[in-house]
Structure formats: structure tokens, C-alpha cells
């Protein structure tokens, strides 16, 4: 089996070309080996390019542990720069079906290849049972809630993946990699969730650390970029415009106040290509 090695922000993938390659019949379990950074190639997980007739592409992702997940911003980016550096449509603006629905992307485009990419990721959901999350204040907004020894104010937003976003003054291990792991496996999370530690800068700039659902800390995450850039608007944090640091890099993000979506701009980059 081909693959090749991408990221986002230094989210990293690996991504198999279904349309030159067999469906893996048990993609994850593939995800578990190929992900391994000891035993494999090394990644954050893995996801598939697949034809579709609702759009140019499908993408399924699957998180290291082998679950699977709706959607990755990095990994749709990713996806939308696959498609279009190696033919499979060569278009400035694509249609990718994720388990979120269709997105939208569009390529700027340098070289011969997509450079960076946006991506139109819809309204986010702020119900709590479709987040989902048992905590009952409606929406979860900046809401005190105590996990273990620790109080935190928590918003909940979904992205078409469930986040919790928590503003601190320091983004500590202690926390990312204390705290991260006790509350994605918080019972209040029915599907477990993607946590997000953000110190903020200024109204339009953030810094983000993310434990991420089934890969534990990544050094980016663009649903969870995303999800805080709607979180600080709530919040009266931010501007519904703002600059995120994530570890692997920078993205964009705006809250498109006629419309509700949430758009996101960042780059993709492909690493290398091998055969597993």
C-alpha cells in the first residue's frame, strides 16, 4: 500500500489515494500500527481519500487509537491540497465529504501547488446533547466546572466533533497533559471530547494547546482552532477574528457574523511518500 506523509500545523497524517489504492479492509486497525511514532511511520493518525458522488473527494479519519472521528481541519486542508497537487481535480474550489457533511475549500495556489487553504466549516453547534455533553446550562458557556482536584471554566462547542474549551493564564503540562486526558474521559462527555487550553494574548491573538481525542496532545488542531474562535466570541474574550499559535504553527480563524460559519485559512504541506 502507498501512502503518503502530510500535516497541517504540524498535525500530521498519514493519507492513502483510494483512487489508485484498495480500500483498507480494516482501517483501524491500520491506524493503531501505522501511526505508531516507535513501531510505524509515525502520526497523529491516518486518513483516507476516497471517491465520492457527493463531492470531489471523501475523507475518513482515523485517530491513532484506532477510533474513528468526524472531522480534522488539518486533515481536510491536507486532503484538498492532495487532490488538487496530484490531479484528482484540478480545481481552485473543492467539495470534500467528511462525517461532518460537504465542506467547501478554496486553494491559493503557487507553483502549480495548493499553499494555503481555507476551509468553510459551517455553524458551530452550541446545543449541549449535540455537542454532545451532559452539562445542563444551555448553551455551555465559560460554565465553573470542576474536574477532580481542579475548578475550570469550560465552554462546549461542536465543530462536527465535540470540544471543551478552557482559558488559562498557562498552558502548563501540567495541565495539558494532567488535565487533558480526565476530562476527554469525563463522564459529562458521552463521546468523549477534545480539549482545548488557551492563554490569550489580545482581543484578535491566542496561544492553543490541544489534547486531542484518541492522539493525546497534537501540535495542532483545527476543529479545536476553530471551536476557540467561536468559545472567545462568547466569552467576550475576542474579536470574532483572531490569530491562533498552535504548536506546529499558525492559523486563521473567523466567525462570520451573517452568516454563522466559522472559517479557517492555514497551510498543508506534504512530508514524503512511501509503500506500507
Not at 463522564?187 to 481525542?213: D, G, K, M, Y
Not at 476557540?228 to 491562533?244: H, S
Request: charged share 25%.
Amino acid at each position: 500500500m502507498k501512502f503518503t506523509k502530510m500535516h497541517g500545523a504540524g498535525n500530521d497524517y498519514i493519507y492513502v489515494d483510494c483512487f489508485q489504492e484498495t480500500t483498507p479492509a480494516e482501517p483501524a486497525e491500520l491506524a493503531k500500527q501505522i501511526s505508531d511514532r516507535r513501531f510505524g511511520v509515525g502520526a497523529d493518525g491516518l486518513i483516507l481519500i476516497l471517491p465520492t458522488e457527493k463531492a470531489d473527494a471523501q475523507m475518513r479519519m482515523f485517530n491513532a487509537d484506532g477510533s474513528e472521528a468526524e472531522m480534522c481541519g488539518n486533515g481536510i486542508r491536507c486532503v484538498a491540497k492532495y487532490v488538487y497537487d496530484h490531479g484528482i481535480c484540478k480545481q481552485e474550489k473543492l467539495s470534500i465529504l467528511t462525517g461532518n457533511g460537504v465542506l467547501d475549500l478554496s486553494l491559493e495556489i503557487e507553483g502549480g501547488k495548493a499553499k494555503l487553504v481555507t476551509v468553510d466549516m459551517g455553524k458551530p453547534i452550541l446545543s449541549p446533547p449535540e455537542v454532545p455533553t451532559t452539562i445542563s446550562t444551555e448553551p455551555v458557556i465559560n460554565h465553573p466546572t470542576r474536574f477532580g482536584d481542579q475548578n475550570l471554566s469550560v465552554t462546549c462547542v461542536s465543530m462536527g466533533n465535540p470540544h471543551c474549551v478552557v482559558f488559562v493564564p498557562e498552558a502548563t503540562d501540567e495541565l495539558v497533559l494532567g488535565m487533558g486526558p480526565q476530562i476527554e474521559t469525563d463522564a459529562r462527555f458521552p463521546q468523549r471530547v477534545n480539549v482545548e487550553f488557551i492563554e490569550q494574548i489580545s482581543e484578535v491573538e491566542l496561544r492553543q494547546r490541544t489534547w486531542e481525542r484518541g492522539s493525546g496532545e497534537t501540535w495542532a488542531c483545527g476543529t479545536g482552532a476553530s471551536a476557540v474562535c467561536v468559545a472567545g466570541a462568547l466569552c467576550e474574550k475576542t474579536q470574532r477574528e483572531v490569530l491562533i499559535h498552535l504548536l506546529g504553527g499558525d492559523l486563521h480563524l473567523r466567525w462570520d457574523e451573517a452568516t454563522e460559519h466559522v472559517y479557517m485559512t492555514g497551510g498543508a504541506v506534504e512530508v514524503f511518500q512511501g509503500e506500507w
